[in-house]
């Protein structure tokens, strides 16, 4: 039996980051929360800004669960990507166990994403929306590391159908820098922050989704800029002792409409709406509104150079 009825979104997607899974606890929360996410009316898509878990064996126990009880019939719009403790301490020069890398990409072949020769990032379309999904390209402490492959990747895969009036999805485990309260913690994002910033900056229609910090509702940030918005998704199990709301099974169910995009705050586990938690993003966004007045403003501008040069 449906819980909630969401006819009115074109897509309602299960958010749900740093699972870090290391026990039977944080496994069973996780298995609880998919079960109740599977019951919610027409949910058709999952995110996983990264941190599945530290060793193989329990990243593969979470594939495992995914694979159990998220709807077979929506396998192709998951999204699932590495965090740096997915990655991290393989060797001194900061490369990713490579025996990682194989398994994430069979076990992430099952949600048959477009990944690219010889990389680990991929995309989806999902109901028309592009969903662009970033890993690092190297297994540092903390931060990310981008390749300048990546970043033409990138730049080339946002520029696919885009359309300043519909989101493009990005998925990022660490949140870039000077956005976010404590986004600069342990380095922050990484070496390529203003790259990104500056590729961005030509597609203002971008939703940056990220976790890695772990704050809880109630101090999770929404953020506008010119480069796009940014969202903050909690950690799934470790939420004690962190800032903000503490309850294990938090995430997002998003709702994609025409006209805005609405965050509800959820405890997948409980199967509970924590309605003061959630939030609407009106569309167009203030980072596209901004864009397109900045344009008017000089369109406006060269005809009235136009004008002027016609008199002369």
């Known amino acids: 039996m449906s819980m909630i009825n969401n006819n009115n979104a074109i897509l309602t997607v299960a958010l749900i980051s740093d699972l870090h899974a290391e026990d039977e606890d944080s496994l069973n929360t996780l298995q609880l929360s998919l079960q109740n996410i599977a019951k919610i009316d027409q949910v058709n898509a999952l995110l996983i800004p990264g941190n599945i878990a530290d060793y193989i064996d329990k990243r593969n126990q979470c594939f495992n669960i995914i694979e159990q009880e998220f709807p077979k019939k929506y396998f192709s719009n998951v999204a699932i990507i590495l965090g740096n403790y997915d990655i991290r301490w393989y060797n001194e020069a900061n490369d990713i166990d490579p025996n990682i890398l194989i398994n994430y990409k069979k076990r992430n ?126 950690s799934l199990t470790k939420m004690q002792n962190e800032n903000g709301l503490g309850d294990k099974g938090t995430g997002w169910l998003i709702k994609i409409c025409h006209d805005k995009i609405i965050f509800e705050g959820w405890n997948f586990a409980n199967s509970k709406i924590y309605d003061e938690y959630s939030h609407d993003l009106l569309l167009p966004s203030l980072a596209v509104l901004t864009a397109e007045l900045k344009k008017s403003a000089l369109d406006s501008k060269k005809q009235e150079l136009i004008i002027y040069r016609q008199k002369k």
């Open 109 to 234: 072949n099952k949600f048959s994403p477009t990944v690219y020769p010889e990389t680990h990032y991929f995309d989806h379309w999902i109901n028309g929306y592009h969903f662009i999904s970033l890993n690092s390209d190297q297994g540092l402490n903390d931060m990310c590391e981008l390749s300048d492959k990546t970043l033409q990747w990138l730049e080339e895969t946002l520029a696919v159908d885009a359309d300043i009036d519909k989101p493009i999805f990005i998925i990022s485990n660490q949140p870039l820098n000077n956005t976010h309260w404590l986004a600069g913690l342990y380095g922050g994002f990484g070496a390529q922050d203003q790259e990104i910033k500056e590729i961005l900056s030509h597609h203002p229609q971008a939703i940056l989704i990220n976790g890695h910090i772990h704050k809880g509702f109630g101090v999770i940030e929404f953020i506008q800029r010119q480069f796009g918005t940014l969202i903050e998704a909690p």
